[in-house]
């Protein structure tokens, strides 16, 4: 006999997976936001990687035991597996991202990043053998597109051939990251994992930067890289686990796929960037070409039936 249960009961759960989501979407959104922020008060990229990382292992280091039981017995596969993803990925990713972000507007940057699903899907064929299905096909054509609204965008607004490089070198260690996450990280806690990687990656920038240099920070300094540490870190991370634990990883990453709305609107309102008509078509694009694969996933999240 199957069980019946009422969609009254499911609907808030879907309701409260779906405001995580776009709570993810929010905070991560904006990571470039607040590393503009930064560079306006006189920091180096090191500087602000480097502060961010403290913060942020700092903060998750004291929520941990109250987000998750037993958070600091980390097994030695775990510890592995973080140390190399930290060191090899994490942190190589997010400096060539900041420094990206010196001479690249926070809009475009965002736009830049979100080129990364036709590079997984790339490697997945390539090195995984995977099939590319029909709609992933149309999904790389509205990515396409995106990329090539994208320079257009760069071409008019005289962005340098090497700031733009290590944009997209750096959407390639995202693609990178995720794809380790996916090969490496299977059933672990995302809040043991983010914060081990984040403990690695900040003792590795210990090697090439002073990390006494915080203390010579003034106020503003602080609490800019404060909130880069705490809002686009730990607290994207606590909600898209959330999100992927009351939706499942494919239907939130869905909604956290609107970010660089999120973005280009703070960008807007906070940095006073002007959004060419170019970028705003770059972004339609490139969110089709993550939502059009996963439409019926999409279907499925407000389908108002039984769940038997």
């Not at 929010?26 to 008060?41: E, M």
């Not at 987000?67 to 190399?84: A, G, T």
């Not at 926070?106 to 699903?117: E, G, H, K, Q, R």
Request: net charge positive.
């Amino acid at each position: 006999m199957t069980k019946a249960v009422n969609t009254k009961q499911v609907q808030p759960l879907v309701a409260l997976g779906i405001l995580f989501s776009l709570l993810s979407a929010i905070t991560y959104g904006l990571n470039p936001i607040f590393a503009k922020l930064a560079y306006s008060c006189d920091l180096s990229g090191t500087e602000i990687l480097h502060a961010r990382f403290i913060f942020a292992v700092v903060v998750l280091g004291l929520m941990g035991p109250f987000l998750q039981k037993d958070f600091y017995r980390f097994s030695r596969s775990l510890i592995r597996k973080s140390l190399f993803i930290g060191l090899l990925i994490l942190l190589p990713l997010n400096l060539l991202y900041v420094y990206a972000l010196k001479d690249i507007p926070a809009s475009m940057m965002s736009l830049i990043t979100y080129v990364y699903p036709l590079i997984i899907l790339a490697i997945n064929g390539l090195i995984f053998h995977k099939s590319i299905r029909a709609n992933q096909i149309v999904s790389i054509t509205c990515i396409l597109l995106g990329c090539l609204c994208i320079f257009s965008d760069a071409f008019k607004a005289n962005i340098t051939y090497t700031a733009l490089g290590l944009g997209f070198l750096s959407t390639f260690m995202y693609a990178v990251y995720l794809l380790s996450l996916q090969q490496l990280a299977t059933n672990v806690s995302a809040y043991q994992i983010t914060f081990l990687t984040l403990l690695f990656s900040t003792i590795g920038l210990c090697f090439l930067h002073n990390p006494l240099f915080i203390l010579r920070f003034d106020a503003m300094q602080l609490g800019t890289t404060f909130g880069y540490g705490v809002v686009s870190t730990v607290l994207s991370t606590i909600c898209v686990s959330r999100a992927v634990q009351l939706l499942g990883a494919t239907q939130a990453g869905i909604f956290c796929s609107f970010e660089p709305v999120f973005t280009i609107g703070f960008a807007a309102l906070l940095l006073g960037e002007s959004i060419p008509a170019f970028r705003l078509v770059g972004m339609v694009f490139l969110i089709l070409g993550i939502v059009i694969p996963n439409r019926a996933a999409i279907f499925k999240i407000f389908e108002a039936k039984f769940i038997s």
